[in-house]
């Protein structure tokens, strides 16, 4: 009696291709990169990106996460991208650590760059980081004009050294007067209106508070009769 043939079942085919799947799976490509680009993190950089990311790793300050979505970018975006990540994490967690090495490795990438374009952009975000961290490191400044003036009278605070871009509370005394957003260069300039609640004849202050630095500043102010 002859052997008889049976047809695999669709239930055992499935189940063998599930079992080979993996197998099935490729390797995730290394990209074909041009000219003068290297293969990095499935991405095309330049030398001096790859030293520039290569340097803040070998300091303690990772780029990797926060460079992710940038690493496909030129040289400027990603130096930028690292300023910026860099002053996040001053924010979070009051350093500067971040600011510095970024600051340290962009002066080599500015030094070891091929370009003219790659060696204005490591030196303008080296600039950028340098400005940050000194921002961060003084103390906050406010000045009030007048410094005498009646209830409903308008008088104008300015302020400086705070952090860039931050939002800052102004204080007439206890009394919170308005809120604002300070420049990318940490300072402001705004004009106020005196509280009704003032109380004339006594010397008081002008308060300005950093809600990010939580620097603080004050001036003294006097409400007039």
């Known amino acids: 009696m002859g052997s008889m043939y049976r047809p695999a079942r669709p239930a055992a085919i499935l189940v063998s291709l599930f079992a080979i799947s993996p197998l099935l799976v490729a390797c995730p490509s290394t990209p074909s990169c041009s000219g003068s680009q290297r293969p990095y993190n499935n991405a095309c950089l330049d030398n001096v990106a ?6 803040t790793k070998g300091r303690g300050f990772d780029l990797t996460t926060e460079l992710s979505g940038k690493l496909g970018g030129t040289f400027k975006v990603i130096a930028d991208a690292s300023v910026e990540a860099a002053y996040k994490e001053n924010k979070e967690e009051n ?4 600011l510095q090495i970024v600051s340290d490795c962009l002066r080599i990438a500015e030094s070891s760059a091929d370009t003219a374009v790659d060696r204005s952009a490591a030196e303008e975000s080296r600039q950028r980081a340098d400005l ?3 921002q961060v490191q003084q103390t906050a400044h406010i000045e009030i004009a007048p410094s005498q003036a009646r209830a409903g009278e308008s008088v104008v605070v300015s ?4 952090y860039p871009d931050e939002t ?3 204080y007439v005394h206890a009394t919170l007067v308005t809120q604002i957003r300070v420049d990318g260069q940490g300072a402001f300039s705004a004009t106020i209106t005196v509280p009704k609640n003032a109380l004339p004849g006594f010397q008081t202050a002008v308060t300005v508070t950093g809600e990010t630095s939580a620097k ?7 409400a007039l009769p």
């Open 216 to 222: 603080t500043a004050q001036a003294p102010f006097e």
């Open 168 to 170: 800052v509370a102004i």
């Open 95 to 98: 350093t500067v650590v971040g």
């Open 132 to 134: 940050i961290r000194q």
């Open 50 to 55: 790859i030293t520039y990311i290569e340097c």
């Open 159 to 162: 302020g400086r050294s705070f």
